[in-house]
């Protein structure tokens, strides 16, 4: 019943920008959802790039990409997007969207996305 959708990537030159989009749908409105945005980049380990809890408005970012990079929801709120401006090859990754849910407090299970690839180059 529970889904959860991406898409967004690309290729890029450096300075472009990208919007990811990750949609989750069936979700029990008395479940509490924390969205984010993670990647990994070739060789090396996934790392969290953005996240924001589905009822608090409170967004943190990574500090490699603070200032550039913009995680906001839709009018839903298991929708999120993350927009990416002054893209560097850095950047260059496979990005996922993860949702975790959980219900008073405890966590109940997780889901990712298939991973959109952003790549970043001359």
């Known amino acids: 019943q529970v889904k959860l959708v991406e898409s967004g990537g690309g290729s890029v030159q450096p300075g472009g920008s990208l919007r990811l989009s990750c949609a989750v749908s069936?979700?029990?409105?008395?479940?509490?959802?924390?969205m984010s945005w993670h990647r990994q980049p070739p060789g090396k380990e996934r790392e969290l790039v953005a996240t924001i809890s589905s009822t608090v408005y409170n967004i943190k970012y990574a500090d490699s990409v603070k200032g550039r990079f913009t995680m906001s929801r839709g009018s839903a709120r298991t929708t999120v997007y993350l927009q990416m401006n002054s893209l560097k090859a850095e950047d260059t990754a496979m990005y996922y969207c993860?949702?975790?849910?959980?219900?008073?407090?405890?966590?109940?299970?997780?889901?990712w996305g298939q991973g959109t690839q952003v790549t970043v180059s001359s």
């Open positions: 069936g979700v029990p409105s008395i479940t509490d959802v924390v």
């Open positions: 993860n949702a975790e849910f959980s219900r008073h407090g405890i966590r109940i299970g997780e889901l």
